[in-house]
């Protein structure tokens, strides 16, 4: 399973943005999705989770109402719709694909806020 993330970048305080995670293959095989986020000097914390067959999903407290995971099926992809950005969101974020017991990371995409 390879993944690619792509959409992060530069935004102000109470922007938005789109994040990307296109998986190679069919979605469909994947048991559950996940971004992350790692920010200078701090461990890689969990952000939102996405089961793919049911799309239930999972947010860290501190995205709660403001960044959404969905994944198109037919696309093979799985999105983070990030908004009301804050400076703390600042960090590069990864996506993680779990199946059958093994772990996949896809490279990360920096998201910067400015205040």
């Known amino acids: 399973v390879q993944l690619q993330a792509s959409g992060g970048g530069l935004v102000q305080a109470g922007g938005s943005l789109r994040l990307s995670c296109v998986v190679s293959?069919?979605?469909?095989?994947?048991?559950?999705m996940g971004w992350y986020r790692q920010a200078p000097g701090k461990q890689r914390e969990l952000v939102a989770t996405i089961i793919i067959t049911s799309a239930t999903t999972t947010y860290a407290d501190s995205v709660k109402g403001r960044f959404t995971i969905s994944r198109d099926n037919a696309k093979n992809t799985v999105y983070l719709q990030m908004n009301s950005l804050k400076p703390e969101d600042t960090a590069v974020y990864f996506c993680?694909?779990?199946?059958?017991?093994?772990?996949?990371w896809g490279q990360g995409t920096e998201v910067t806020v400015s205040s």
């Open positions: 993680k694909a779990e199946r059958r017991g093994f772990i996949y």
């Open positions: 293959g069919n979605i469909l095989s994947i048991d559950r």
